[in-house]
């Protein structure tokens, strides 16, 4: 069973950069055939899709954000990491990890973690 | 960017009735590759349905997905008390992948 775990500050001042790694276990983020992936939903609100990466290295961005944000993996740890920069009040939201799998394995979102509540706040 | 539009915002039925949620597309989605997702107040997000037909690892039978090109829905043939949530469309056929605003599914 596969499970992702979010971990990082809950608080980021203002024009700073957040950064949440998360940790994969019961699998390794190296095997073919998934996007690590992060989603935030602001509060109350709906999910907003940040970006992803393959284990090769290769990434994609929500153009929305794209200017602000940057994924990396570390397959050694199995782990991948978010930094979004020049935070605001509109970034607080609750961020999750997630694997999104591949099109030719359905496309959907099968695991995520438990979410982080970020809040941006001098 | 592909806008997803969910229907009703709520939709408030009884235990053992049938609930059906509309997503609408703002164009058409390849491949019919959208997904439907179950959310409960705390909890992340659950994969209910991907390709808008095919139920995901361990759901119920009760949930079915249908649709293709700008119209999908989500069926749950007789609601039990665990299925009351917020639902949610995705489409991951066009990058970014979207979500709707959600359905919430309120016991009547």
């Known amino acids: 069973q596969v499970q992702l775990q979010e971990s990082g500050p809950g608080l980021v001042k203002p024009s700073q950069t957040l950064s949440l790694t998360c940790t994969v276990s019961?699998?390794?983020?190296?095997?073919?055939?998934?996007?690590w992936s992060w989603i935030r939903q602001h509060p109350g609100k709906g999910l907003e899709w940040i970006g992803y990466?393959?284990?090769?290295?290769?990434?994609y961005y929500n153009p929305s954000l794209k200017s602000r944000v940057t994924i990396s993996v570390d397959t050694s740890k199995n782990q991948f990491s978010l930094k979004l920069s020049s935070v605001t009040a509109a970034d607080t939201a609750v961020y999750y990890c997630?694997?999104?799998?591949?099109?030719?394995?359905?496309?959907?979102?099968?695991?995520w973690g438990q979410g982080t509540l970020v809040t941006v706040s001098s | 960017e592909i806008v997803l539009t969910q229907s009703p915002g709520t939709l408030s039925l009884s235990p053992g009735e049938r609930a059906t949620l509309s997503c609408r597309a703002s164009?058409?989605?390849?491949?019919?590759?959208l997904a439907w997702y179950q959310q409960k107040p705390g909890q992340a997000p659950r994969l209910l349905i991907y390709?808008?037909?095919s139920r995901a690892t361990g759901i119920p039978d009760r949930f079915s997905g249908s649709g293709s090109g700008t119209d999908f829905t989500l069926t749950i043939s007789r609601l039990e008390p665990e299925d009351f949530a917020v639902y949610y469309c995705?489409?991951?056929?066009?990058?970014?992948?979207?979500f709707g605003q959600g359905t919430k599914v309120e016991i009547k």
């Open positions: 997630a694997r999104r799998t591949q099109l030719w394995l359905g496309g959907g979102v099968d695991y």
């Open positions: 995705q489409q991951y056929g066009s990058s970014p992948g979207t």
């Open positions: 390709g808008a037909s």
């Open positions: 019961g699998g390794s983020i190296s095997s073919g055939g998934y996007y």
């Open positions: 990466i393959y284990y090769s290295g290769s990434t």
């Open positions: 164009q058409s989605i390849n491949s019919s590759y």
